[in-house]
């Protein structure tokens, strides 16, 4: 496989505490960052979160959304004789709501 370079610039205070993380679990700098580079290209995603903190208010809104959505669907499931949700059905669910941000972005 042929490999090419990739620079990136950090302030060094950062980068001395990533090499001794680093260093304390086994691999080197330039393996962590294979990791990473490899996980988002796997998943289509960032490993972690990023948000917008000039859109908290926007989070709040649809967390409450997800909120009532989610008593709505626990009402509905107790009137027809399912008092809990299989846990498939809730990652389904939130399956649903984050490809539906994804398509609002």
Not at 34 to 60: C, G, H, W, Y
Not at 68 to 84: F, K, L, P, V, W
């Amino acid at each position: 496989m042929e490999t090419t370079n990739l620079t990136v610039r950090i302030d060094k205070s950062t980068k001395k505490e990533f090499d001794t993380f680093c260093d304390n679990v086994g691999i080197n700098a330039t393996a962590a960052v294979n990791m990473f580079i490899k996980a988002v290209v796997r998943t289509r995603e960032l490993p972690f979160i990023v948000t917008d903190t000039t859109s908290a208010e926007q989070d709040r809104i649809a967390l409450a959304q997800m909120r009532d959505e989610i008593m709505s669907m626990q009402e509905q499931s107790a009137r027809s004789g399912n008092a809990e949700m299989t846990l498939e059905e809730i990652n389904a669910e939130i399956s649903a709501y984050r490809n539906e941000k994804r398509e609002q972005s």
